[in-house]
């Protein structure tokens, strides 16, 4: 006899596997990708969400439970990296550590839930600009060589990694024939000039980057002036 129908029994909760640690780079934009999978071997995937709070835990709710895929046609695995929504990236709190939680479901509605699989920390403000201590604007000198010395910047979330300093001849920074990074923050810098030109300087501050393989760069306001060099004649 032919059977008259069959029977799917599923009684296993899907599975989150995190292979995501905490993301220690301080972030000035939405778009990093995350390795947080589901996969749920009987019948399969329907939907998983994140959620972000501002406590470890699930305290603190700050985005509540938002889609990273609802689909009946995913299948039993999702092992695509997914980012945090640009208007989930808008409410997170700056300065503050973001703990996100996932959870998924199966076709049958069974449910699992993890929280705090990795956070993120949010930096959108700039460093303050430095204070130039030398040269002045608007200088002429005619020595081949000028040091330059500013004060400290400072920065009240993600901190002061570098400043960079860079010459060129025009105030638009098209064609940069000097360019230099230093950790020494109120140290002064030599820098051999080209003769007969006018040389701007453009010096700023950098975001720290903790991480060698994601920078995330975030400039002040150039503070831009003038040294006329003079070649020296008797």
């Known amino acids: ?5 069959f029977v799917r029994k599923d009684t296993t909760p899907p599975s989150i596997i ?3 640690p905490g993301d220690y780079t301080w972030r000035n934009s939405s778009g990093a990708a995350y390795s947080v999978a589901f996969n749920d071997l009987a019948s399969g995937l329907a939907t998983a969400q994140y959620r972000i709070n501002n406590a470890p835990g699930g305290g603190g709710g700050v985005i509540d439970w938002t889609d990273i895929f609802s689909s009946t046609l995913t299948g039993k695995n999702y092992n695509t990296n997914w980012s945090i929504s640009p208007a989930a990236w808008n409410n997170l709190k700056e300065g503050a550590t973001g703990y996100v939680s996932a959870k998924v479901w199966d076709l049958v509605g069974l449910s699992s839930q993890s929280a705090d ?3 993120i920390l949010k930096d959108t403000t ?3 600009a430095v204070g130039l201590s030398s040269p002045l ?3 002429v000198t005619s020595q081949t060589s000028i040091t330059f010395g500013w004060s400290a910047s400072s920065d009240k979330t ?5 400043y960079r300093l860079e010459t060129a ?3 638009d920074f098209s064609a940069i024939y000097y360019s230099t990074i230093t950790q020494s923050l109120n140290n002064p810098l030599k820098i051999y000039m080209k003769p007969n030109i006018t040389s701007f300087i453009l010096q700023r501050c950098i975001f720290p980057s903790l991480s060698s393989s994601t920078k995330s760069p975030s400039f002040v306001t150039p503070i831009i002036f003038a040294v006329i060099f003079l070649p020296f004649t008797m």
């Open 1 to 5: 006899a032919n059977d008259v129908f």
């Open 18 to 20: 995190n292979t995501q």
């Open 117 to 119: 699989v990795f956070f």
């Open 126 to 128: 700039p460093p303050a």
């Open 137 to 139: 604007n608007g200088a």
């Open 158 to 162: 993600s901190g002061i990694n570098n």
């Open 169 to 171: 001849s025009s105030t």
